[in-house]
């Protein structure tokens, strides 16, 4: 979890090129954008549609460099690269950068757990305990399968360490496992560590001997460390890891970091992944033959249960999402790292898949351009028109602004405006007029340094998900708040009291908190309305001495703890494991 800021046949190889495209960079004044060279599927080139909304797409999103595979049934291939490895030195990318994949490694974990199955080492069935009975975890809710871990339904946590720092500590389930899906890159540790006990091999070994190597995916490596670092493409991250970060802000060179968990281990260049796109499309068959069985392959694909965090009316299979798109059945999943963003999208019915990386951690993935490439390669294939291309950046357009309008006050009197415009929103401060950001959801942004540090969350009348209109539900409910760290506002619409005085005992837990782990990074504490504030943004609800969980998601497995009072403050936050000490506000 990162606190801070805010989851096959060979193919004739003839027919691939490789081009490198530059983008408007902002940051560093750019280079108007170049003319797409490239490859598609149908022809070998990239199609003039997607190309340019690649170029549109990068410098909207502040993408340094990206790249992009695409593969298809026939067994077509293409790869390309756009942007810089080096923004101050407009050094380009190319298809020989590797980038990390991130959790699109699960899907590797899942097939080789089913090759595993194939051969009669295990049943996706089996309890886990069966085979790793060491295993570090308290299951008052149930006996914890295989399947669980697939499917992310075991309810144990997201990413605790699997082996404690403390002496006895477990991962606690906190749900009955099969119930719901709650996302753990603990629980594909595990399977990691499951595949090296019964494989003899550690996880990195394994899928190379098991899928890498006999799909011909020799660039690739599993282990993220110094190895692979000379050929890894240089990456970004925010300047700023204790506030969120505005869309243009500025950016970072990110350090060396080691990764060797089965949760998001591989780095890959566009090429290789354009061959696992094609074992995907080509239903687990490789250049050699059946990777994994017809029966393996199908519950690989099968929708196990609703994630809708994958995007609505989205599953989980094992190790990917599994949701329609125009009608096809798709395979999705996305990756993040500490500085890098992945996207994968498999049509099925279609038989093309793409795949998208960005060398920068932003908060966003880059599924509009995978989703968008197999649209396009699709109506060429069909002889259809290609679709228009979306929007770059989704978020930033709003269906509904005026619900967000009025003037809003604080218990001591200061106001903030809020304006709706055609499809976005402006706050009015000071005499300024400040664009907002979405981020998503009641969640906004103003690029401005009385705004830094938190987001700006519009709460509503009721429960009720903002979104519910757009599903087909009930009218959203009224926004009547405004949130903005510990401080607080109300318009007219708002019912109820307006002072609220906290707990006393709150007073020791609100602070900036910091740890050096790069998957940590930064968070603050804040008391809002009477109770505690993660970031300004997530609810935390008392369960414990000192103890909390996320009131937003009531069953999560997650809790924030506060240790070390010292002096009436907390020194030391632990949020899933992950420690973070308390560091003076700057």
């Known amino acids: 979890m990162q606190v801070s800021g805010l989851n096959r046949r060979e193919f004739v190889a003839a027919a691939a090129c490789a081009a490198t495209v530059g983008a408007v960079a902002p940051w560093f004044g750019g280079i108007g954008p170049a ?62 950068h590797l980038f990390e994949i991130g959790s ?11 090759q595993l199955q194939d051969e009669g080492r295990l049943a996706v069935h089996d309890p886990i305990l069966q085979h790793l009975p060491w295993l570090p975890i308290e299951t008052p809710y149930g006996e914890v399968l295989i399947h669980h871990l697939l499917t992310h339904t075991s309810g144990l946590p997201d990413d605790p360490p699997l082996f404690p720092f403390e002496p006895g500590g477990r991962a606690l389930q906190s749900f009955t496992p099969g119930a719901q899906f709650h996302y753990s890159n603990w629980g594909f540790d595990v399977l990691g560590h499951l595949i090296a006990s019964l494989d003899g091999r550690s996880w990195p070994e394994a899928v190379t001997r098991r899928w890498l190597a006999p799909l011909g995916m020799s660039a690739t490596t599993a282990t993220i460390g110094s190895a692979a670092a000379p050929r890894l493409a240089q990456s970004y991250v925010p300047l700023h890891d204790d506030r969120p970060y505005p869309r243009h802000g500025p950016l970072a060179i990110a350090g060396p970091m080691s990764f060797e968990l089965a949760s998001g281990s591989i780095a890959s260049t566009p090429a290789d992944m354009a061959r696992y796109l094609r074992m995907l499309v080509d239903g687990g068959v490789g250049p050699s033959g059946r990777l994994v069985s017809e029966a393996g392959f199908k519950a690989f694909t099968t929708p196990f249960i609703a994630a809708e965090e994958f995007g609505p009316g989205a ?116 005499g300024q007029r400040l664009p907002l950001q979405h981020l998503g959801g009641d969640q906004f942004l103003a690029d401005h340094p009385r705004f830094a540090l938190y987001p700006l969350l519009f709460g509503r009348a009721a429960a009720a998900p903002p979104a519910a209109a757009a599903a087909g539900g009930a009218p959203a409910p009224a926004v009547t708040e405004l949130g903005i760290g510990p401080d607080w506002f109300a318009n007219p619409r708002h019912a109820g009291p307006i002072a609220v005085t906290p707990r006393p005992e709150l007073a020791a837990y609100p602070g900036l908190y910091h740890s050096q782990d790069p998957w940590v990074g930064s968070a603050r504490v804040v008391i809002r309305r009477g109770r505690l504030w993660l970031n300004g943004t997530t609810p935390l609800e008392p369960i414990g001495d000192h103890l909390f969980r ?18 009436g403050s907390a020194q030391v936050l632990v949020v899933d494991g992950g420690v973070l000490r308390r560091m003076p506000e700057s």
Do not use: C, W
């Open 35 to 96: 003319s797409a060279a490239g490859a598609a599927a149908s022809n070998g080139r990239i199609p003039a549609a997607l190309a340019a909304f690649i170029a549109a797409y990068m410098p909207v999103m502040n993408a340094p460099g990206l790249t992009l595979s695409v593969a298809d049934a026939r067994g077509t291939a293409t790869t390309a690269a756009f942007g810089y490895v080096d923004l101050a030195a407009k050094t380009p990318v190319t298809t020989a």
């Open 104 to 114: 699109i490694s699960k899907s590797f974990v899942a097939l080789t757990i089913l």
């Open 315 to 430: 599953s989980y299979g094992y190790g990917i999402a599994v949701d329609m798109l125009d009608g096809h059945k798709r395979l999705r999943h996305t990756g993040g790292m500490v500085s890098f963003m992945s996207a994968l999208h498999v049509d099925l019915d279609a038989g093309i898949g793409a795949f998208a990386s960005i060398n920068a951690q932003l908060g966003y993935r880059p599924n509009p351009v995978a989703q968008y490439a197999i649209r396009t390669l699709r109506a060429l294939a069909e002889a259809k028109p290609v679709p228009a291309p979306p929007a770059a950046d989704g978020d930033a357009v709003l269906d509904d602004p005026g619900a967000y309008a009025g003037l809003y006050t604080a218990p001591d009197g200061r106001r903030l405006e809020i304006e709706a415009q055609q499809r976005s929103l402006v706050l009015i401060a000071d």
């Open 550 to 567: 996320f009131a937003d998601e009531p069953q999560s497995p997650e809790t924030a703890e506060f240790r070390a009072i010292v002096a």
